[in-house]
């Protein structure tokens, strides 16, 4: 076995974790620290805490950032479609045309339930 071959991968790995680190170090040392009492304050909003930080939220800020993020990713899916569509033929486009009629579906679902209204 030629351990020559792993040479670039065991450099790419130094350099990824050098990258990463030496960074976060310079700034550790060299960086000034000058704590005072609003630096070291919990909350920097400009007022103080009204309530517990276990306080509890309601469902629907979680519903819309999941109902982003399923839509967002759906999205991206169609970018090595668009990229492909050439290559893809028929068969792509009829699976693309039901992913998005899913899609359509789900959207409308949720549109009618009211998990998009925001009172």
């Not at 450099?11 to 050098?18: Q, S």
């Not at 800020?61 to 479609?81: C, H, K, R, S, T």
């Amino acid at each position: 076995m030629n351990l020559d071959q792993y040479l670039p991968v065991l450099l790419f790995i130094l350099v990824g974790i050098a990258v990463g680190v030496v960074p976060l170090a310079l700034g550790y040392i060299l960086g000034p620290n000058r704590p005072d009492p609003e630096k070291n304050s919990p909350y920097e909003c400009g007022f103080e805490a009204f309530e517990d930080a276990r306080m509890k939220f309601d469902v629907r800020y979680y519903l819309v950032a999941i109902l982003f993020i399923l839509f967002d990713l759906e999205i991206a899916f169609l970018f090595p479609w668009a990229v492909a569509f050439h290559d893809v033929g028929v068969v792509g486009f009829v699976a693309v045309v039901i992913f998005l009629t899913i899609l359509v579906v789900g959207f409308v679902y949720e549109w009618k339930k009211g998990a998009l209204d925001w009172e």
